[in-house]
């Protein structure tokens, strides 16, 4: 029987850097063969992930941003048993490009401590989170440059998300690590990778 596999996360605020580092780090471990899944949230392919993408795109009416925070929830929970503990209980090592950390982060601060309760009483913890961590002004440049923005891609809201991972980071009980995501794309993914191996899941 196999070990169950380890479940880690990238996490941050928009324009972070998540994307590109999970492309590095899914790269990595196909070149060392290692046994692994990499996913995403919020999903796109089930109907709540497909009507949450519709109102961070202005595409549907907007709604009570408390309600769209349990809309997150309500995918993750079922991404959770659908897709990633399937993954874990074959001993595969799960990568999510984001995960509950940033529904703690992008609540209002009198949300936080509510929807960190709510999420780890409905899905499993992660061995570890890596938070990319870059200022909202150097976030909302990149945002700029990219386009495409969301509802949550204003430089006060990211300012907040910011520091609500900070306040995650303290009051979760999970084990996190912050990454500066201000250096090049390479020098970033070498402070990831070092982080995954101080933490043993990579050796």
Not at 81 to 97: C, D, H, R, T, Y
């Amino acid at each position: 029987m196999k070990s169950k596999g380890k479940f880690i996360v990238i996490d941050g605020i928009g324009a972070c850097g998540k994307d590109t580092q999970v492309e590095f780090l899914e790269k990595y471990l196909s070149e060392n063969n290692l046994d692994f899944l990499v996913t995403r949230e919020h999903t796109r392919d089930t109907p709540t992930g497909v009507l949450i993408e519709k109102i961070i795109k202005k595409e549907e009416a907007q709604i009570d941003p408390e309600a769209l925070q349990l809309l997150f929830i309500s995918d993750r929970r079922n991404h959770f048993k659908k897709v990633i503990e399937p993954a874990l209980e074959k001993g595969k090592l799960v990568v999510s490009n984001r995960y509950y950390p940033v529904n703690v982060a992008f609540s209002t601060q009198e949300w936080r401590d509510k929807f960190l309760k709510i999420n780890q009483m409905v899905v499993d913890r992660p061995d570890l989170v890596i938070v990319i961590d870059v200022p909202a002004e150097v976030a909302i440049e990149r945002m700029t440059k990219r386009g495409d923005p969301d509802i949550f891609d204003k430089l006060e809201i990211m300012e907040r998300n910011r520091e609500g991972y900070v306040w995650y980071a303290k009051n979760s009980g999970d084990k996190c690590v912050f990454v500066d995501g201000t250096g090049s794309k390479e020098e970033v993914f070498k402070n990831i990778i070092d982080a995954l191996k101080r933490s043993k899941i990579l050796l």
